[in-house]
């Protein structure tokens, strides 16, 4: 029986091996070769120009601040709208909840060009209103990113309870401000983590948008860059890539961080009272 369970436990090992190494090579092998590709010389050698050129090109340095820009104001945006109304439909009106769903899960079925159409007119209010700037698309992208943001967000309200959560705060004085900012939102630290990350990725990465509404970003801006000047292209590419997967590994390292204290606190002994007697 243990010898069945043995070569049982082998071949799942096995079988895991195997798929990260496939699942390893099929992302490392293309970032590799875009990697050899933007340090190729034409006529034979290696160089680094492409990528000293990154930090020297106004167009690509402008960009980039835009993107990041664009980033953290989504982020920002994204949170103050999402957050509040789901602990809130979640407290008050739950028979909301599905309608709300609906909304932020909508723009997954709409394709982008569609979405652009629809977007046309409402940025011609946006651009009397905002000014005609990148920073703009600030509004088109919390949609974007409402169906990814709003799944992260429910799976940590699903992991606690949030009723009792309120309630008991409630019941000890607190008001709303403080049940949502100080009672809930430190319990879904790491959905809210989830969150943001994916809306900067997405961001990051996005260029249809931004192209067909006419503006500037990062994307974009790499796009025009390749018709020029393809390695500093992909050396430009590569480097937004890299900077992703810097922030995934941050973020993922914070909300372990916090995980990991919260475990700590959860199984440290209250203490107990004194049976001095005066």
């Not at 028979?95 to 394709?111: A, G, H, K, Y």
Request: charged share 15%; hydrophobic share 55%.
């Amino acid at each position: 029986m243990s010898v069945n369970r043995t070569r049982a436990r082998r071949r799942l090992q096995a079988f895991r091996i195997t798929v990260f190494t496939v699942l390893g090579l099929f992302f490392l092998v293309p970032l590799a070769s875009m990697a050899a590709y933007s340090i190729r010389v034409p006529g034979g050698g290696r160089t680094l120009d492409y990528w000293k050129q990154l930090g020297q090109d106004p167009d690509l340095r402008s960009a980039i601040i835009t993107s990041l820009e664009l980033a953290f104001l989504t982020v920002v945006l994204m949170l103050v709208l999402l957050v509040p109304t789901m602990i809130w439909v979640r407290l008050r009106v739950r028979s909301m909840s599905r309608v709300v769903e609906f909304l932020c899960l909508l723009p997954l079925t709409i394709p982008a060009i569609v979405l652009v159409v629809g977007l046309k007119g409402v940025y011609a209010w946006v651009a009397y209103f905002f000014g005609d700037t990148s920073l703009t698309l600030t509004f088109a992208y919390v949609v974007l990113v409402l169906p990814y943001a709003y799944r992260a967000i429910d799976a940590g309200l699903a992991s606690i309870d949030v009723v009792t959560l309120s309630e008991a705060a409630r019941s000890l004085g607190a008001g709303w401000f403080t049940v949502i900012a100080r009672i809930i939102v430190p319990n879904i630290g790491a959905a809210l983590l989830s969150a943001a990350f994916i809306s900067v990725a997405l961001v990051l990465g996005e260029f249809t948008l931004a192209s067909l509404l006419n503006y500037t970003n990062l994307q974009v801006v790499i796009n025009l860059l390749g018709k020029s000047d393809s390695q500093t292209s992909v050396a430009a590419s590569l480097a937004s890539l890299v900077f992703a997967f810097v922030i995934l590994i941050l973020l993922s390292f914070v909300g372990r961080r916090r995980t990991a204290r919260r475990a700590t606190i959860d199984i440290a002994p209250a203490p107990q009272p004194s049976t001095k007697e005066g």
